[in-house]
């Protein structure tokens, strides 16, 4: 029997959206989020073999316990975010230490829990994004992670082997809830393709990703051009 499809970040969003296209080609997805009535709610949303799991990444002690009922697993997807604003002339460490710890020893923590369980016929993914090459007011922390997830990919994809584990790295992606009616038109503009990512691209890129089996320890850019 085939492994699952894990999504850390599957409640909402382009995680979401990997969850449908998986339980849609009959796999058994677990989507996880950080509170369980949610992840359960979500995952009878998305249907066919869809389990919800309670899973806070900022609290990495607790990660292992939160994944022990989980069987083999062919492919991980990490997307998960909590997104904040923070510059280093106003720092709020305490911000800054939530958001390090939820992506960079968070995302971690889930590869090593479930390392016994990682079947070998499918990948892992870590979710980056742009803002490494193009921060903006307040992403000092959100650039600073992302950036974190190439060095996250090499040493991965070596200590993990023969699991490959890439990433990727979205441009904004025009068509997600988290930029709903959020002004975008200067963005457009400065696009080569003018228009921006969208979510079905996303999820085709990630699923190239997971499931090629040559393409391993690539950071993948998905922003038709932008940077
Ligand atoms: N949207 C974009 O334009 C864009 C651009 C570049 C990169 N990305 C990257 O793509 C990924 C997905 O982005 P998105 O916009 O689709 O995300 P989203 O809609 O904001 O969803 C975020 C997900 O992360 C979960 N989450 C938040 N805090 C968590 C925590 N402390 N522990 C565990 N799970 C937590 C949320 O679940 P609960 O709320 O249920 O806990 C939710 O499932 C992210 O890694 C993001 O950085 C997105």
Redesign the pocket.
């Known amino acids: 029997m085939a492994g699952s499809v894990v999504i ?9 959206d990997l969850a449908n296209y998986y339980a849609g080609r009959g796999r058994s997805v677990v989507l ?4 369980a009535t ?2 359960a709610k979500v995952a009878s949303e998305v249907g066919g073999s869809t389990q919800g799991v309670a ?4 609290k990495p002690h607790e990660i292992a316990g939160n994944l022990a009922g989980l069987g083999p697993v062919d492919h991980l997807v990490l ?5 904040d604003a923070n510059n280093v002339k106003a720092y709020d460490i305490a911000a800054a230490v939530h958001l390090v710890t ?1 992506k960079l020893v ?1 995302y971690t923590e889930v590869v090593h829990s479930l390392a016994d369980r990682l079947t070998g016929a499918g990948s892992i993914l870590l ?5 490494r090459e193009r921060p903006y007011p307040g992403s000092t922390t ?1 650039s600073s992670i ?1 950036a974190g997830v190439i060095g996250m990919v090499r040493t991965l994809s070596v200590e993990m082997a023969p699991v490959r584990v890439n990433s990727i ?5 025009g068509d ?4 709903a009616g959020k002004p975008l038109d200067a963005i457009v503009a400065n696009t080569l393709t003018g228009r921006l990512a969208t979510m079905a691209d ?1 999820v085709n890129a990630s699923v190239f990703l997971l499931e090629n089996h040559a393409v391993n320890g690539v950071d993948l850019v998905v922003d038709g051009g932008w940077r």
């Open positions: 850390v970040g599957g409640t909402a969003g382009i995680g979401r996880t989020g950080r509170d949610t992840a899973l806070h990444l900022a997307a998960a975010i909590d997104r939820l968070g979710f980056g994004g742009m803002a959100v992302n790295h979205p441009g904004i992606v997600s809830p988290f930029w996303v």
